[in-house]
């Protein structure tokens, strides 16, 4: 089965702190994908990467970067954290952008 | 932006009863995809109809696809209190087959 984890179910900050949120799958997935879940707003797109090092803006990228270092690990930073950035972060990982996407469980994150 | 509305937002009913939900999206698509989500949970992905495709089933689930009215329905047959959950769609649109859009779901609860 294929596995996506991420390295927090909930953390908790405070305003201006540099945040690392981590994702790892294990299907040697070309695809992987960050998303902010908030209500009544579904899941909006952060950021995409197709293969290592390379990175695509999705449609809400400002305040936010990726890292995709290796092909199984994809790490998104928020540089100084604000309030407004307080949401569930899911991660998902894909064979083909078109095919299903795998998600992880998803991290709660409130920045104080 | 969003593609993909789904209707109702929220849904109640009895154990056994069948549940229907809509999404009505706004470009032409490549594919359209259905998603659940149990509270506080990641994504599970469901089904995947194409666009030249009009039906289409799984279990107790069926999709419909109707490209002429930009529509799709998830049909859950003979609800369980385990369906009980939030229920997204996900399209890829033909001109932009980078990523899926997600609607902003529909919430499902079913009573025993």
């Known amino acids: 089965d294929v596995k996506v984890t991420q390295s927090s179910r909930y953390l908790v900050k405070r305003t201006g702190e540099k945040v690392f949120l981590e994702c790892v799958q294990d299907?040697?997935?070309?695809?992987m994908f960050w998303y902010r879940q908030d209500p009544g707003l579904g899941l909006r797109l952060i950021y995409f990467?197709?293969?290592?090092?390379?990175?695509e803006k999705g449609d809400i990228p400002e305040g936010y970067s990726v890292s995709r270092e290796k092909k199984e690990r994809f790490s998104l930073i928020l540089e100084s954290a604000s309030t407004n950035q307080t949401s569930m972060y899911l991660c998902?990982?894909?064979?083909?952008?078109?095919?299903?996407?795998?998600f992880g469980p998803g991290t709660r994150l409130t920045v104080l | 932006s969003q593609q993909g509305e789904e209707d109702p937002q929220a849904l109640s009913i009895q154990e056994g009863e069948n549940a229907t939900m809509n999404c009505s999206y706004k470009t032409s698509i490549n594919n359209l995809q259905w998603y659940r989500q149990n509270s506080g949970r990641g994504l599970v992905h469901l089904i995947l109809?194409?666009?030249?495709?009009r039906e289409k089933h799984s279990g107790r689930l069926r999709v419909t696809l109707d490209t002429s009215k930009k529509s799709s329905s998830l049909l859950i047959t003979a609800s369980r209190a385990a369906d009980t959950a939030s229920y997204f769609c996900a399209t890829e649109p033909r001109r932009d087959t980078d990523k899926l859009i997600f609607g902003t779901g529909t919430r499902l609860q079913v009573f025993p």
């Open positions: 990467s197709y293969d290592v090092k390379m990175k």
């Open positions: 109809i194409r666009s030249n495709e």
């Open positions: 998902a990982s894909s064979s083909s952008p078109r095919d299903e996407q795998f």
């Open positions: 299907m040697d997935h070309e695809n």
